[in-house]
């Protein structure tokens, strides 16, 4: 029987077994998945662009009108 793998859970670096017996991987638990959501959501986590691009591109969208 081989080992499983364990990795860590990228809210509290709990070990967690890369399994089907872990719904949540990779996170230990539905709450630091949720945790880690709210983080992206509040934009603490962002993933890095080309800031010419993001310019050059917001350029042609259209005004909001709210």
């Known amino acids: 029987m081989s080992t499983p793998t364990l990795v860590p ?22 709450r630091c998945k949720l945790i880690d959501l709210g983080a992206w959501a ?3 986590h ?5 800031s010419l691009e993001d310019e050059l591109f917001s350029g042609e969208l259209n005004p909001s009108r709210h």
């Open 9 to 30: 859970c990228p809210t509290c670096a709990a070990p967690v077994e890369w399994g089907p017996q872990s719904p949540s991987r990779p996170f230990c638990s539905e």
């Open 42 to 44: 509040s934009e603490e």
């Open 46 to 50: 962002s993933i890095p662009g080309n």
